[in-house]
């Protein structure tokens, strides 16, 4: 298991995790999923963190599982699976399929994002993709199944019909199509997806933690499954209390006073 497969840095307030095995288009391994799974408990745990970014090493993001691996049977990591055995769900927890990190994540998109490449990605909030990304679900391709949550997320992400033929066509999505899918957000110039997404992360970090807490556990538990009526209630439940806060204060005040806020989490 290498922990190399995985870099985890820390900028100030922004966490970055780099999947960095370039040498196989950044596949998954035992290595990286550990690494991804460890980032994500991080960023979650310590509250000078801010938000995270995901990007891949190279001109690619990720190519999704080891196909050549698997193909010659694989070898069993035995550290790996001493970690499954603590935490049996660990590879979905670093794919993002579940129990999220309740701060932003950021994905920054160079290259190939294909198979869990794509489905990693719908974990994310932010989405920037430099020019040359390609993206898409290939595992009906390969006679397997996306079980990295794509089958119910990317339905509700863009729309269905557009969905359906991404996944039971297994074709590759231009990053054009991808922006036009709403499958990303933004695209920028190859090589620049990381210097753009330092640029939002940054952004985000301006503001109000409280403000930005509050926003994302709407984002992360009110989901579809709602009533507008129910979910317009958790909006006064959860945003609420931040007005009654002392950077709800600080706010308006900076901006009378013509400078930028000095918030204090408070």
């Known amino acids: 298991m290498n922990p190399d497969h995985c870099l985890v840095e820390r900028d100030g ?3 970055v995790v780099t999947l960095n095995r370039p040498e196989a288009k950044n596949a998954l391994s035992s290595g990286m999923l550990a690494g991804m799974y460890r980032a994500w408990r991080m960023l979650d745990d310590d509250p000078g963190l801010r938000v995270a970014i995901l990007t891949g090493r190279g001109d690619v993001f990720c190519a999704g ?22 935490v049996p769900d660990i590879h979905w927890q670093a794919l ?9 994540i950021i994905a920054a998109v160079e290259g190939f994002a294909v198979a869990g490449g794509t489905e990693i990605l ?3 909030d932010i989405r920037i993709a430099a020019e040359g990304a390609v993206f898409g679900v290939t595992e009906a391709r390969r006679g397997l199944f996306p079980l990295g949550g794509s089958s119910v997320r990317l339905r509700r992400q863009i729309p269905y019909t ?24 933004r695209i920028v110039p190859n090589g620049q997806a990381l210097a753009e997404a330092k640029q939002v992360a940054a952004e985000i970090c301006e503001n109000g933690p ?18 507008e009526r129910d979910a317009l209630q958790k909006e006064l439940e959860i945003g609420g209390p931040v007005f009654a806060s002392k950077d709800a204060r600080e706010g308006p005040r900076a901006f009378a006073e013509k ?3 000095v918030y204090r989490d408070e």
């Open 122 to 124: 719908q974990g994310t």
């Open 210 to 227: 409280l403000s930005i807490r509050a926003l994302m556990r709407m984002l992360r538990e009110i989901d579809e499954s709602y009533s």
């Open 65 to 86: 599982a080891d196909l050549k691996a698997m193909g010659a049977g694989g070898e069993r990591d035995e550290e790996f699976q001493k970690l499954m055995a603590e």
């Open 13 to 15: 307030a922004v966490l």
């Open 162 to 185: 557009l969905a359906a033929e991404i996944l039971l066509t297994g074709r590759h999505v231009t990053a054009q199509e991808a922006l036009a899918f709403g499958l990303v957000g």
């Open 96 to 104: 993002l399929r579940h129990n999220r990190p309740m701060k932003p």
């Open 259 to 261: 400078r930028k806020p």
